[in-house]
C-alpha cells in the first residue's frame, strides 16, 4: 500500500484529465457510432453509495452513459464493502463471473474499488486471483478516479494505487445524485472509535469534519435542485466538529442547516450513544424538519461485551438514552443495529441483549452475526460462538423485533402522518410508496405524478416492516 507521498490534484487538474476523457469517448462516438457505458455496482453503507454517486458524477462529466447490462458495459466498477465475510465473497463471485467477459469484451475496463480494497491482503488476493482486473484503487484517493482511469486507458499493465491514509478533504467535486427527493450528505469521513469488531476505522481512516460553510453550500445547491430531504452522513455524527479549527458540534449545525430555505426533512446517521447529547435532543425536540428519528446502534446488552466491543457505555446509559429520548420527543422512532455471537457471548450475554431490546421497544433493528474480520482485536479472541447457535440467537432477537416494531407499528392505524413519496411499488406502479418522518414506509395507491410530494395519507393497514395507507 503506498504512502500518501503524492501530491493531492488540484480541482483545475482534475478538469483537465476529465475534459480529455470527455474528447477521447466523443471519437469514439464518432468513429463507431456507439457511446461509451458504464455500470457500477455498489455494496456496503450510504457511504459507499454516495462515493458511487460522486464516480457517477466523474463518469457522467466524462460523457459516459450509465447501463443495466454487463454486457453492454464498456466499464464495470465494483465499489466493496469489507464490514462482514459475506459482503466480500459476494464481490469475488461476481469478479469470478467477469473472466468470460472480458474474453468476449476485449476493451472492458473492470475496476474495483472501496473498503475491500484499504486491505493489502485483499488486493495482493485479487491481483493473483483476478488478473483480468484492470484498476485496483481505494478509499481515500476516490477524488484522483479520473487520473487512474485515464493511465488505465493507456496502459497494457493493471493499475493498483491504493492510499494508506486519509488525505484532505477536496471540495467542489462533481456528484450524480441518486435519487432527485433524497440526498446523503457528508457531514464528517472516518471513525476514531475503534469498535473491536468493526474494520471500518481501518478502511475510511481518521475522522475529519467537513466544514459548515462547506456543507450548508451543498445543501443549498441541493434544496435549489429539487431535493425535499438530506441525509446527513458520518460513522459518528455525534462528535462532528472536532477536527475543526472553529468550535461546532452536531446541534450547532442542524441550527444551521434548519434555516435553509425550503428544506423540508433532515435526517442524519450515525448516531453513537457514548457521545449522543442532552444539547442534541433538545435541538431534534426544538425543530420539526429535523425528523422524529434515530439510528441508535446498540451492538450488545451485556455491559461485559459492551466493554469487550469497547463501545463505552454501559446497558444503563444506552437505556437512559432512550428514556429521555422518548420523554422529550413523543412518538419518535429509535431503530438500531445488532451484533450477535461476538467472542465469548454467553448465553447469560445473549438474554441481555433481548432484555435491553424489548425494554427499547426498537421499531426496527439491523441484526448482524458477528464476523471475523483481519486485523480488528476482536479476530484474535479465543472463543468464537459457533455458527448454529448465532443462528438461533438471530432468530430469538428478529422474534422478539419484530414483535415490537409490529406493537409500535399498530399505534399508527387509521391515524393521518405525512409522506415524502420516493416513488412507486416495485411490483405495481399504480401503488406509491414513501416514508413517514419517523422513517415507516407507506405505500398507497396515487398517481405517479405525486413523486417528490409530501402528502398527508391514513395509515389502513399497520404491519411489522410497512404500512398501507390512502390519501386524504
Ligand atoms: N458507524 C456505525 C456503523 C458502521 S458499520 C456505527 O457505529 O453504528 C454498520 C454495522 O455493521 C455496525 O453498527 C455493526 O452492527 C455491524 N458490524 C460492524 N462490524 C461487524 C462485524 N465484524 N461483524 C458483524 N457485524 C459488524
Ligand atoms: Fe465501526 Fe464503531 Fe466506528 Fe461505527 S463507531 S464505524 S462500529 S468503529
Ligand atoms: Fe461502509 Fe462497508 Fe466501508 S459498511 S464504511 S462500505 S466497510
Same mark, same amino acid.
Given at each position: ?30 468513429? +463507431? ?8 455496482? +455498489? ?20 460523457? #459516459? ?14 465499489? !466493496? ?48 486471483? #483476478?488478473?483480468? %482486473? ?25 493499475? %493498483? ?40 476505522? #481501518? ?5 475529519? $469534519? ?47 442547516? %434548519? ?23 433538545? !435541538? ?61 457471548? $454467553? ?23 458477528? $464476523?471475523?474480520?483481519?486485523? +480488528? ?58 416514508? !413517514?418522518? +419517523? ?26 416492516? $410497512? ?6
Amino acid at each position: 500500500m503506498k504512502r500518501n507521498t503524492t501530491k493531492e490534484p488540484s480541482i483545475s487538474n482534475i478538469n483537465e484529465i476529465i475534459n480529455s476523457l470527455k474528447e477521447n469517448n466523443r471519437f469514439h462516438e464518432i468513429e +463507431t457510432g456507439e457511446e461509451r457505458n458504464y455500470l457500477i455496482e +455498489t455494496y456496503g453503507c450510504q457511504m459507499n453509495e454516495h462515493d458511487s454517486e460522486k464516480l457517477e458524477g466523474f463518469l457522467t462529466q466524462m460523457g #459516459y452513459e450509465k447501463t443495466n447490462s454487463r454486457e453492454s458495459a464498456d466499464l464495470i466498477i465494483f465499489n !466493496t464493502c469489507c464490514v462482514r465475510e459475506n459482503a466480500e465473497l459476494k464481490v469475488y463471485g461476481k469478479l469470478g463471473a467477469l473472466k468470460h467477459l472480458k474474453k468476449r469484451h476485449k476493451d472492458l475496463i473492470i475496476a474495483v474499488c472501496g473498503c475491500m480494497m484499504q486491505q493489502e491482503h485483499v488486493v495482493k488476493y485479487i491481483q493473483k486471483t #483476478y488478473p483480468h %482486473v484492470d484498476l485496483i484503487f481505494g478509499t481515500h484517493n476516490l477524488h484522483n478516479f479520473p487520473s487512474l482511469l485515464e493511465k488505465t486507458l493507456n496502459n497494457k499493465e493493471a493499475i %493498483v494505487d491504493v492510499w494508506d491514509q486519509e488525505g484532505e478533504v477536496i471540495e467542489g467535486l462533481p456528484v450524480n445524485r441518486r435519487y432527485g427527493i433524497k440526498s446523503y450528505v457528508n457531514i464528517m469521513y472516518g471513525c476514531n472509535n475503534f469498535c473491536s469488531y468493526c474494520i471500518v476505522p #481501518y478502511t475510511r481512516g481518521r475522522e475529519r $469534519s467537513r466544514k459548515v460553510s462547506d456543507i450548508l453550500v451543498e445543501i443549498k445547491d441541493l434544496i435549489s435542485k429539487g431535493s425535499k430531504e438530506v441525509m446527513l452522513l458520518g460513522q459518528n455524527v455525534n462528535s462532528y466538529g472536532k477536527t475543526l479549527e472553529r468550535e461546532v458540534d452536531f446541534s450547532d449545525l442542524l441550527e444551521e442547516v %434548519v434555516k435553509i430555505q425550503g428544506i423540508e426533512r433532515i435526517r442524519f446517521m450515525t448516531s453513537h450513544p457514548k457521545d449522543l447529547s442532552d444539547k442534541l435532543i433538545d !435541538t431534534m425536540a426544538k425543530h420539526s424538519k429535523i425528523c422524529n428519528h434515530i439510528h441508535l446502534p446498540l451492538q450488545a446488552g451485556s455491559n461485559k461485551v459492551l466493554k469487550e466491543m469497547n463501545r463505552k457505555y454501559t446497558q444503563e446509559d444506552y437505556l437512559t438514552i432512550v428514556q429521555k429520548v422518548r420523554k422529550k420527543i413523543p412518538g419518535i422512532a429509535i431503530t438500531t443495529d445488532i451484533i450477535i455471537g461476538f467472542p465469548n457471548e $454467553s448465553p447469560e450475554d445473549f438474554q441481555e441483549t433481548l432484555k435491553v431490546a424489548k425494554f427499547a421497544e426498537f421499531d426496527s433493528a439491523f441484526t448482524f452475526l458477528y $464476523s471475523i474480520r483481519e486485523g +480488528t482485536p476482536a479476530a484474535s479472541k479465543e472463543w468464537q460462538v459457533p455458527e448454529e447457535i448465532k443462528k438461533e440467537r438471530f432468530q430469538a432477537l428478529k422474534n422478539l423485533i419484530d414483535s415490537t416494531a409490529y406493537q409500535n407499528n399498530q399505534r399508527y392505524l387509521n391515524r393521518k402522518v405525512s409522506v415524502l413519496v420516493e416513488g412507486t411499488s416495485k411490483k405495481n406502479d399504480k401503488v406509491l410508496t414513501g416514508r !413517514t418522518e +419517523t422513517s415507516k414506509t407507506v405505500n398507497f395507491p396515487g398517481d405517479q405524478t405525486l413523486i417528490g410530494e409530501i402528502l398527508t395519507v391514513k395509515i389502513t393497514a399497520a404491519k411489522t416492516y $410497512s404500512f398501507d395507507g390512502v390519501i386524504i
